[in-house]
Structures are given as C-alpha cells and as structure tokens.
C-alpha cells in the first residue's frame, strides 16, 4: 500500500513505520501538496498537519490513520462522506501516555525549582540564587482523566503530593481507577471548586467542542497567584488572551506548554515574554512511544488490508 505521513521531517515516524511494513511504501509529504504528489496515496497518517475536505478526497485514500491519538485537525465529516475510514491510537498502553506524562513532571519541576533561573545562575558565575518549592504536599489537579491523566497521577503520588482530577463523567468505580489512590475526583461542574485548591494545573483532556477554551478568564480568576499551568492536551484547550493576561498581570506563577495555538509557536510569541518553559510538541516524541504507536498503526492498516474490523476508528458507520 502507499502511505504518506502528511509532513516532512518526521524521519524517526517513517522508519519505524516502515520497520512493521516492510512490504509497503512508507513515504512523507508537504501538507500544501498532498493533492498533486500523494494522490495515490491508500492511506494518510496526518501526524500535526489539517486534513480538509481537498485531501480527503483523494481517489485511492482508504484511511486516516492517526500516529498517535489527536484528531481535532481532521474534518471527519468529510472522510466519512467520501468513505474514507478515520482511526487514532489511544495513548494509554502504547508508551504514548507515559511519555506525555514524564514531560509532565519535567514541567512541574522545572517551573517549582525556577530551573531558568538557576541556568541564569550558571551562566552569570553566581552560586545559589532563588529558593524553589518542593512538590511534596503540594495539590495537583490533573483536568483531563483518561489514559495520559493516569499516568500522571501515578507518578505525583510518588512524589507525595495531593492529586485531584476533573473529568466530563467523574469518578468511576473500575479496577483500572482503584490502582491509582487519588484524593479527589470531580465531574466537569467541580471544575472552579478544584481550580481553587491548585498549586498547578495539568491539562490533559482531547480537543473537541466542550473542551475548546477550557481555561479562560473564568477559570484563571479561580487560580492563586503561586499556580502554575501545563498543557500538554492542545494548544487551544486554553483560551490564548486569558492566559497572556494571566501571566502579564501575575495571577498565575508561570506556565509549561508543549502545544500551542499555532505550531510551530513564534519565538517572538508575547507568551515567552514571561516565566513559560516551553518544548515543542514533544509529549510523545521517544523511543517507547514511537514504537508502541507504530505497532498499533500497522495492526490497523493490515486490518485494512485484509478486510477486516478497523480499531479505534471514530467513523465507526463505514466499519465494516
């Protein structure tokens, strides 16, 4: 089959694609050209590029398949009128997820021990510097609990902190849940009440209508001036003016974004005027999760191949 990741520069993705596919062409593809170079292309894997309704009407797509699990820039209406299958990979169980949440703790530490700060030290020849918070008994709120906001809730409570989750259902009595002993869990109407208790706020819910602008104003004003924010959902889960003005005017400490509204994010950005660390979009990008991710992928696409039930496909009314 003919597959092309929609961008270029993703080397590490096409090898070990092609590594599980060995008798298909894994190839790669500019998003603004896909229609003239890719237009025999069977299967499309968006990775971070928009698929409208221009590349989803490619005369020889049979699928959109997702390196990993965001779907928000893809116009699934479209796929699904043109009859083309669209699948992700759910970040638990592949490393995805305990590599976003890694990144996660990195953020947290970072920000609590004023890690710029302390490389500012170094490079002036100044020793000591400014004092940093521990995260012992500090109170985490982890917005966003599925398989990335269980990875990070177990790795805080080894830190011995107070985690607290926000869901759109809330707590559920599963075994899956009963492993991670976390203090607190609320539906999505909690989520001032738990804001009110944060030392940081984790996001890590999926993009999609309800969650789009998550973090305004509303939700900023609920925050202590010593609260950090993290994002490592998408960029968009936070209203962009809400969180510039809250580090301009010092209601929240500082920020870790590893996703934004545009990507790549502009080095001139206004946001990194303040204390934001910030990574580009590297949640998922290590060596577990990589191979993990492809595995599942080629699953699907021999799935594909052979006629069979798809996983994890959203358009579920073309399974079949």
């Not at 500019?30 to 590349?55: H, M, N, R, Y």
């Not at 917005?143 to 759109?168: N, W």
């Not at 999760?289 to 073309?318: Q, Y």
Request: net charge neutral; hydrophobic share 45%; proline share 5%.
């Amino acid at each position: 089959m003919k597959i092309y990741l929609c961008s270029e520069g993703f080397r590490r993705i096409r090898e070990v694609l092609q590594k599980h596919l060995p008798d298909d062409e894994v190839l790669e593809c500019a998003p603004d050209k896909l229609t003239q170079q890719a237009s025999d292309a069977e299967v499309l894997i968006p990775t971070l590029s928009p698929l409208g309704a221009a590349q989803l009407a490619l005369p020889n797509l049979k699928l959109v398949q997702q390196f990993g699990a965001g779907l928000d820039a893809v116009d699934i209406a479209a796929a699904t009128r043109n009859g083309v299958h669209v699948a992700n990979v759910p970040a638990a169980g592949t490393g995805n997820a305990e590599s976003v949440a890694e990144l996660t703790i990195l953020f947290m530490l970072a920000l609590a021990r004023q890690f710029p700060k302390a490389q500012e030290s170094i490079r002036m020849g100044q020793l000591a510097g400014a004092t940093g918070w521990t995260l012992k008994g500090r109170t985490a709120v982890i917005v966003g609990y599925g398989g990335i906001g269980r990875e990070i809730a177990k790795r805080l409570l080894g830190f011995e902190m107070k985690v607290l989750a926000v869901s759109r259902s809330g707590p559920k009595t599963s075994a899956q849940e009963a492993e991670v002993p976390i203090q607190g869990h609320y539906p999505q109407e909690g989520l001032h009440q738990a804001l009110g208790e944060a030392d940081f706020v984790l996001l890590a819910p999926q993009l999609n209508d309800e969650t789009r602008g998550l973090m305004g104003s509303k939700e900023f004003a609920c925050l202590k001036p010593t609260s950090f924010v993290i994002n490592v959902a998408r960029g968009a889960v936070i209203d962009y003016d809400a969180l510039l003005t809250a580090l301009k005017d010092k209601k929240i400490a500082g920020a870790g974004l590893d996703v934004f509204w545009q990507e790549p994010i502009d080095p001139k950005d206004r946001l990194l005027q303040y204390n934001v660390i910030a990574t580009p979009h590297i949640g998922g990008a290590t060596d577990l999760s990589f191979t993990g991710i492809a595995r599942k992928v080629a699953e699907n696409i021999g799935r594909l191949k052979r006629g069979e039930l798809l996983d994890n496909c959203v358009n579920s009314d073309l399974v079949g």
